[in-house]
């Protein structure tokens, strides 16, 4: 377990479904790992607030695939895909710090929108359910670093990359980014350099 107090590593993270990229720079924004972890172990439903929960409640009962269900089936449902994400996540982490050379310190992970705090005021709520699982996730996440004694920066996808600029000339960013991607090899897409973005505006703090 790191001290909060000590100059180590940061991890940035782009979600995607059960996924999450990676990108581990040093404080001085070198490079030190990259890779992406399965949240969820195969089998286990991705979505289960916007899918199943859906359905629970009667919405989207028309598309293809979708079957009814009781709310607390679903309800049972989310908590056993949450549990599958908590495992996966810490496992993810273990692993990572494991294989870093340098101590890990924080982490940072795209800022979660205001939604219920429960399962059925997620489904319940037509708003919430639709991003209620990349949520779940993402705390998954988190709560995993602050296991490990991480600090844990929610970034503004927004506002990402003006604040990871600060610590280059604007126009050099896009040039380290693509410096950094012919570094590591493939794949550097998108999610990769907004995890880096992340992990470099928090490196700063």
Known sequence: MNSR?????????????????????????VLLDRRTILLTEPGVPTHPHHHEGSWAVG?????????????????ALVERVRDSAAQ??????DTLAAAT???????????????????????A??????????????????VAA????????????????SEAATRLDPEDLDAFLNAMGRAVGPPWRAQEKLAAMAALASTHR
């Open 101 to 123: 050379a340098m101590p890990i310190t924080a982490i940072a992970i795209r800022a979660c929108p205001d939604i219920p705090s429960t399962i059925e005021g997620r489904i």
């Open 59 to 75: 919405r989207y009962l028309k598309t293809p695939g979708a079957r009814r269900m009781s709310l607390a089936a679903a309800i």
């Open 5 to 29: 107090g000590e100059r180590g590593a940061i991890v940035g993270v782009t979600e995607h479904v059960n996924t999450a990229v990676l990108v581990t720079l040093g404080p001085d924004g």
């Open 125 to 142: 709520d037509h708003r919430a359910q639709t991003v209620a699982d990349s949520v779940m996730y993402r705390e998954a996440l988190a």
């Open 88 to 93: 996966g996540a810490r496992a993810g982490l």
């Open 146 to 161: 602050q296991e490990r004694g991480w600090v844990v920066h929610w970034y503004d996808r927004e506002r990402v990359r």
